[in-house]
C-alpha cells in the first residue's frame, strides 16, 4: 500500500498502481495528514458559511432542483473553489495530487475542475445516483483521468460513503444515462442503473484518505443518516491536450456554462 514519505510526496505503489489499471478506482490512505487536513478545512467551512462568495448555479444542492434554499440542501456543491478563493490554489492538496495523478496516469496531466461536496446531517436524501464521469464530459482521444476524493471527515456506510461497480471501467459502451431530477435547468445531476450481477463495492475511508477514480468506473453514494457532515474535496486530474480541447469548447465545468456550450458537449461533472 502506498504511504507518505519523509518528503512530503505520497509514493503509490505497485499494487495500487494495478488495483486503479485494474478496476478503475483505488484507496489511498493517509494521502494527508491531520495537520493538513485541519488547515484544509478552515477554508472549506469559509466556503459552507458562504463567506467566500460563490456566484449562481456553482453554489447548489446536487440532491434537488436549483430552487431549494440552501439551508434546506441536502448535497452542498460548490464547483471551481479555486476560481472563486484564488488563495487557495497550491494549497499542498493540490501539490501531493498533482504528483499522485502522474504516478497513475503519467507525464501531462493537469487539474481540469476542483470541487467540494457536503452532505448535511440527517440527510438520507443525499444521495448521489450511479453514474459514469465521462457521461458528462466532451469525447477526447486522451481520456486518462485521476479524481482525487478526499474525506474531510470519515467516509462511512451511514454517512453516504463512496461505492464503485469495478467491472464497468472495462465495459465497450458507457452505460445510458438519463437526467435524476429533470431537464438541465433544473439539475445537473445524471444517472444510470445497476444490472443484474454488478458488483457493488461500497468504500469507506479515514479522514485525510483518498480514492482515486477514473473517468469509466461506475459509481455513486448513499445518503447522511448521522448527526454530522459527511465533506468531500474533490480534484479531477486529466491530459493538458484534453483539458485545452475542453476550454476551446467553452467547457469549464461550471453549472454557470452557457445553454449552447452544454447542449454541444453534455454537462458539468459531478463525483459524488
Known sequence: MGQLADDGRYVVDAEDRRRFAEDGFVHLAGVLTAAEVDELEVVYDRFLRREIEVPGKDYCDMAGDYGRDPSDYSIVNVMLPRRYFPAWRDNVYERRTADIARQLCGDGMTIDYDQLLAKQPHKTDAVFAWHQDMAYWPPTEDRRTATLWLAVDESTLAN???????????????????PVFGGRGESHALGTELRPGDDVVPTPIGRGDCTVH?????????GNSTDGFRRAYILAYRSEATVRIERDLGFTHSHNDEADVLDAVGVAGETA
Open 160 to 178: 453516504g460513503c463512496m461505492r464503485f461497480v469495478p467491472a464497468t471501467t472495462h465495459e465497450a459502451q458507457l452505460r445510458a444515462h438519463a
Open 214 to 222: 477514473n473517468e469509466r468506473v461506475m459509481h455513486g453514494s448513499g
